[in-house]
């Protein structure tokens, strides 16, 4: 406002208010920044901090290191495309890269199906619910240096308890079934790969598991009971129904699956180590030998070659789980619909594939029910109870046999686990006592706690793990309600930015970060995992926590605002706890994560001192000398925890899921 001041005989001099100036840089401000940048633009800076220091940073600094002859910590020079060019002319990359695709390929197909059959089954039944959920979930919960003694035990060819359970089952159906004695299941090039698939599928079922029992939750059952008053028998109404109502779910799942798969490291490296003869050298693997042979440069151009390949799942990826949650605009942008147009080969053959299937579906569905009218008839003879009682006899054999099935091949392992680690060695070694200890004995627990570093790594674990998940929830909570709830310019972006670490393999940035963390005198240390873990921790997170706070009605938070709250009081007091569910399920995952986390530990840490217990594990079960016994008790002691948090906070875990994160 301008106020005219004058004096006789003189022309007035306009003289501004004292505010005005500001009020009129407010505006422009907000103009430029956005509505809330005061308070959005300090909600994401914990956030900023970490995607830019610990992500973007060594990102752009493994590109640069690309195009030098980087070896160990010396810089000998810019090379160009040299060292991409060498890469992609070795035939141990190229070797490496079609098992990693075939990997893939496998290990995603039947984790989709056998997970879709546990979490349809699950959902069906009326008792144990939570009993049978938990159990099924185990394998998913356990450290993945636990499935790996626990897989390599059991592939052992002397010893192992699947030779064991085979030969046993032949003997048990006459030799019917064929005797699996001596079969090396690692050891042969032409089964190992497909060891390894096995593995990966036992321990990824209960995600999509997991995942697709919160979809079905979230489904209107008054739709079901609306096709089935029109006729539609059970496979009609999954066809029509559950498939399509699921179909967000299915494609974030598959998409998640196909990429952590896809840069699987730790899994394969304790097992095999890449062999025999490289049958199992995937991708990661290769860089982690380049890296071992101090060869900087080429590892992180490798690695870089596969980025077109994880960019097209990430894009994909980041469409769906951008437009499948609410209140956001799901319009494809440019780069989708580029990246449509080039893969509309690919689209062309899923929908002529589809359109067989519906063909020979509609046959199949002819002939079933004239199959079934024929045998129902027969056996009830048009008796109306009788019938029903077949049904749900019928309904009961489909609910009951998935869950068996499912539930022993996910529980197979840790009776070979938890019997292992009472057995003296002399059971182990002489292989007497095959299925039941006999005695009885602690003395590999004892070894544990008063004779190894246990106990060292276990607190070193646990520290670590309570750091890391602490900063990934207080970062990931108030920076998803910044990107979500707050309008101010560049969030957009930074959501985007968010979902494109998933682009970026972990093995690719494990160089920058170690120099990274060398700079700040912090290698060999708990420190450097309290700082890196969150890295991988927080993306998911934010995802999981962005779609939870959609679904929170926004007039609470004006009111709060109009009784005179600020925006960090309406979050605190209002929109808190509202999303308890989805912060139990942030914590669950991030305490898995790092209570698992082997590559950045192994590599980060030599001293015993700093060593986690996936790592001290690790060292345990690598090498020619196999102290089977202290393997598997540290393996139970190790999962014992995971296992007992995820028993009482199971519930919540589904209730996140389902309330904020997988709904289309």
């Given at each position: 406002?301008?106020?005219p001041?004058?004096r ?9 208010a004292p ?5 009129g840089?407010?505006?422009?401000l907000r103009?430029?920044l956005?509505?809330?940048w005061?308070?959005?633009i300090?909600?994401?800076?914990p956030m ?13 600094r493994?590109?640069?290191m ?16 040299a060292?991409?060019?060498?890469m ?11 098992i990693t695709?075939?990997y893939?390929?496998?290990s995603?197909?039947?984790?989709f ?8 089954a ?35 060819p ?31 090039p ?5 060891s390894?698939?096995?593995?990966n ?7 999509f598991?997991?995942?697709a029992?919160?979809?079905?939750k ?8 609306a ?11 999954f ?11 299915i ?5 998640f699956?196909?990429?952590?798969t896809?840069n699987?490291?730790g899994?394969i490296?304790?097992i095999?180590?890449g062999?025999?003869?490289g049958?199992?050298?995937?991708y990661?693997?290769r ?19 596969v980025?077109?390949?994880?960019a097209?799942?990430v ?10 949650q ?6 494809e942008?440019v ?9 509309w080969p690919?689209k062309m053959?899923?929908r ?5 299937f519906?063909l ?9 029910a004239?199959i079934?009218?024929?045998?129902i008839?027969t ?8 019938s029903?009682?077949?049904?749900r006899?019928?309904l009961?054999l ?7 099935v499912?539930?022993?091949?996910e529980?197979?392992?840790f009776?070979?686990i938890?019997?292992t680690a009472?057995?003296?060695?002399q ?12 005695p009885?004995t ?19 674990t ?12 207080a ?15 560049g ?11 998933y682009?970026?393999?972990?093995i690719?940035?494990v ?13 060999n240390?708990?420190g450097?995992?309290m ?5 991988f921790l ?5 995802w ?6 959609r679904?929170v009605?926004e ?12 925006k960090?009081q309406?979050f605190y007091?209002i929109v ?15 305490v ?8 950045q ?7 015993n ?5 996936p790592?001290?594990?690790g ?7 196999f102290q ?10 190790m999962?014992?925890?995971?296992v007992c948090?995820?028993a ?13 994160s997988?709904?289309?």
């Amino acid at each position: 406002m301008a106020i005219p001041l004058a004096r006789p005989g003189a022309a007035a001099v306009p003289v501004r208010a004292p505010d005005e100036g500001r009020r009129g840089t407010g505006a422009w401000l907000r103009r430029v920044l956005g509505e809330d940048w005061t308070s959005g633009i300090p909600f994401a800076l914990p956030m900023l901090a970490l995607l830019i220091g610990l992500i973007a940073w060594p990102f752009i600094r493994a590109i640069w290191m690309s195009f030098h002859l980087v070896v160990g910590p010396r810089w000998l020079g810019w090379v160009g495309l040299a060292n991409y060019t060498a890469m992609a002319n070795d035939p141990i990359f190229r070797r490496s890269l079609g098992i990693t695709l075939q990997y893939t390929a496998e290990s995603v197909f039947f984790k989709f199906w056998i997970g879709l059959a546990a979490a349809l089954a699950l959902h069906n039944v009326r008792r144990w619910k939570s009993v049978l959920t938990a159990l099924i979930l185990a394998p998913y919960i356990v450290p993945e240096v636990v499935a790996s003694a626990m897989w390599r035990f059991l592939f052992n060819p002397q010893f192992g308890g699947l030779n064991a359970s085979l030969a046993s089952l032949y003997g048990w159906t006459g030799g019917l079934i064929g005797s699996a004695k001596g079969i090396s299941w690692t050891g042969d090039p032409a089964l190992a790969l497909h060891s390894m698939v096995l593995v990966n599928v036992w321990k990824g079922v209960p995600f999509f598991t997991l995942l697709a029992l919160a979809g079905l939750k979230a489904i209107d059952r008054e739709l079901y009971d609306a096709a089935a008053v029109d006729g539609a028998n059970a496979w009609q109404r999954f066809l029509h129904i559950t498939l399509p109502s699921l179909r967000y779910v299915i494609i974030v799942e598959t998409l998640f699956s196909l990429i952590s798969t896809f840069n699987t490291f730790g899994l394969i490296y304790l097992i095999t180590v890449g062999g025999p003869g490289g049958a199992t050298r995937v991708y990661a693997i290769r860089v982690y030998e380049l890296i071992a042979s101090l060869t900087y440069g080429r590892a992180v151009a490798l690695a870089m070659l596969v980025a077109p390949i994880l960019a097209v799942l990430v894009i994909i990826l980041g469409r769906y789980m951008q437009g499948g949650q609410r209140g956001v605009d799901d319009r494809e942008n440019v780069l989708y619909r580029g990246l449509m147009f080039c893969v509309w080969p690919v689209k062309m053959v899923v929908r002529l594939g589809l359109r067989l299937f519906w063909l020979l579906n509609a046959g199949v569905e002819t002939a079933a029910a004239a199959i079934n009218r024929t045998l129902i008839g027969t056996v009830t003879r048009g008796d109306a109870t009788a019938s029903r009682r077949v049904s749900r006899g019928a309904l009961g054999l489909l609910v009951g046999l998935p869950i068996a099935v499912i539930a022993f091949f996910e529980l197979y392992p840790f009776y070979w686990i938890i019997i292992t680690a009472f057995k003296t060695n002399q059971q182990i070694i002489k292989f007497t006592s095959i299925f039941w200890p006999n005695p009885w004995t602690l003395e590999h627990f004892q070894y544990l706690f008063f004779q190894s570093s246990f106990l060292i790594w276990l607190r070193n674990t646990v520290v670590v793990a309570i750091v890391a998940t602490a900063v990934s929830l207080a970062v990931s909570s108030i920076g998803a309600y910044a990107l979500v709830r707050l309008r101010w310019r560049g969030s957009g972006f930074i959501s985007t930015a968010i979902l494109l670490t998933y682009l970026m393999p972990g093995i690719l940035l494990v160089v920058p970060l170690y120099q990274v963390l060398a700079a700040l005198r912090l290698t060999n240390t708990l420190g450097a995992l309290m700082l890196t873990y969150p890295t991988f921790l927080m993306p998911f997170a934010c995802w999981l926590l962005m779609g939870y706070y959609r679904s929170v009605p926004e007039e609470l938070e004006e009111a709060a605002l109009i009784d005179g709250c600020n925006k960090l009081q309406a979050f605190y007091r209002i929109v808190l706890p509202l999303v308890t569910p989805a912060l139990i399920a942030v914590a669950l995952f991030a305490v898995t994560g790092a209570w698992n986390e082997f590559t950045q530990a192994f590599i980060f840490i030599q001293s015993n001192s700093a060593t986690t217990l996936p790592v001290g594990i690790g060292r345990m079960i690598i090498g020619d000398v196999f102290q089977w016994g202290p393997i598997m008790a540290s393996s139970v002691t190790m999962a014992i925890p995971v296992v007992c948090f995820y028993a009482f906070a199971q519930r919540f875990l589904v209730e996140g899921l389902t309330a904020g994160s997988v709904k289309g």
